[in-house]
């Protein structure tokens, strides 16, 4: 594996794809001569797996790892984050005007390795969220495609979801109001997209393990405005909301009554 490594790593990077999902940056990047590299890839997440329960996220059935496949000592891994980085610098060159080395260099990345097997799926999520600050560009690798009926053929695949409410540039997309962008799993095939971006996957129709390796980038250099969630409102206003505003309207009075006593 250590000469595949070598191979892979010193091979010139593929020319990117950009897909513009509204106004929304989509990269895609395949990446030949992969056979040997997925392989190696697939032995080592199967391997994991069999020892290890995973994590419970957006996946519906299937086995997430933890999130620290960067950290695992292959060659092999070696090669898969080299590729990363060479898309994280394609990513910042076609958004950020006069990318620096201060942009293209010091990127943390966060990775996690999925298996689905027939009937799993992965419900509508987004990436932003980090564990200690937020993600700023997220990706997926797919170690292979999936083999399905003609008659499914969006089981496995990986759709994006633009929930802007907003029409397409026409010279871009056919269907203005199309809302959702399409992804085909392909063995070698890397896509970069912003962590904002929700997407699901559909489920999994085949007999041989649907394999990704999806990836979180953020960078200190990058600030990204956080805006507050909105507060779920609680059980008794969900249910109880007519008793619960005569009460607030009660309390209103209430405190205004007390503000206008003589002190």
């Not at 997440?45 to 996946?59: E, F, H, K, W, Y």
């Not at 970069?192 to 250099?221: C, M, Q, S, W």
């Amino acid at each position: 594996m250590d000469a595949g490594a070598t191979a892979c790593r010193d091979a010139p990077a593929p020319r990117p794809e950009v897909i513009r999902f509204g106004t929304v940056p989509v990269l895609e990047v395949l990446w030949a001569e992969s056979t040997e590299l997925n392989a190696r890839l697939r032995d080592l997440i199967l391997a994991r797996m069999a020892s290890s329960q995973g994590l419970v996220d957006s996946n519906v059935g299937g086995w997430q790892s933890e999130r620290a496949l960067e950290t695992w000592e292959d060659p092999a891994i070696a090669v898969l984050l080299e590729r990363i980085r060479v898309m994280v610098r394609q990513l910042v060159t076609v958004t950020v005007r006069d990318a620096g080395v201060d942009h293209l260099e010091g990127w943390h990345i966060e990775a996690w390795a999925n298996v689905n097997t027939r009937g799993d799926l992965n419900k509508s999520h987004h990436h932003a969220q980090g564990r200690v600050s937020r993600n700023l560009w997220s990706g997926i690798y797919y170690l292979g495609a999936v083999a399905v009926a003609p008659d499914d053929a969006l089981a496995g695949v990986t759709r994006f979801e633009d929930r802007s409410g907003m029409p397409k540039e026409i010279l871009r997309c056919p269907d203005a109001f199309e809302r959702e962008l399409t992804v085909v799993p392909e063995a070698g095939l890397m896509v970069g997209f912003p962590a904002t971006l929700r997407h699901y996957v559909t489920p999994h129709a085949g007999d041989r393990e649907r394999i990704t390796i999806a990836f979180n980038l953020k960078h200190h250099g990058f600030v990204i405005p956080r805006y507050p969630e909105p507060t779920p409102p609680t059980f008794l206003w969900r249910n109880l909301r007519g008793p619960m505003l005569v009460a607030s309207r009660a309390r209103k009075a209430a405190r205004a009554l007390w503000r206008r006593q003589p002190s």
